[in-house]
């Protein structure tokens, strides 16, 4: 009798637990979508009397992206960098574990930075615009001549003395695990002549993991930046092929447990 007893006691306790979080995510998600528009729409309005876009990004680094990861209960560890002069444009190529990489990778590179997303973003309302006004980059995965083009319009843009991010597994990891990275779009960097920087993030997927419904739980987020790949222009310049593989290595060497 007593262990049936304690044995609804546990079930009890888990779907009181259960719901609380339910609950609680559901805030969550009305605060990120709330917190979002509002400063997308201070962000336009910005952009519509003139206020350059490397403010406007700064803002996002600042304001929207510290909120969103501090509501999500996350703390945020960047490791590296600092030997970076951020002041000239990189391509930065990262793993992508989650939704809230964005905001991780805004707080933790020290420059105004763009990023390459998918073309599905153009059909979600402020989001779409927001990324236009800000110069972000779009590429359609199901055409075969979107990844000339938009390696084109990134080489210019990093020519232009911006920095671009991007994830080159093509799509967010479900376990957590590196995936290949897709060599196409990082003759940008051999094109424009700009380093590629490796990041590696620890943690977003079990903040807000890619799988099921917006469900957020605290936890630490590590962000490590890597030695700047230099593509050079010489005899021992990188191919892509060679200058994806050395990216690959950097960032699944930074993910590898630290003793």
Known sequence: MSTSTDNMDVQSSQASASLAWSVWNALQLLFTLTWTAAWISVALGLRLVGVPTERVLRMAARCWAPGLTFGAGARLVVEGGQDIDWSRPHLVVSNHQSVIDICVLYMAIPAPLRF??????????????????????????????????VRRQAAALLRRGQSLCLFPEGTRSRTGALAPFKAGLLQAAIDAGVPVVPVALDGCGKVLPATGLFRVRPGTIRVRIGTPIQVGQDEAALDRQALTQRAHEAVRHMLEPRI
């Open 116 to 149: 390459l997303l998918k073309d599905e973003m153009l059909k979600v309302p402020f989001v779409n615009w927001y990324a236009k006004a800000t110069g972000m980059l779009f590429l359609d995965r199901d055409s075969r001549r979107a990844g000339a083009i």
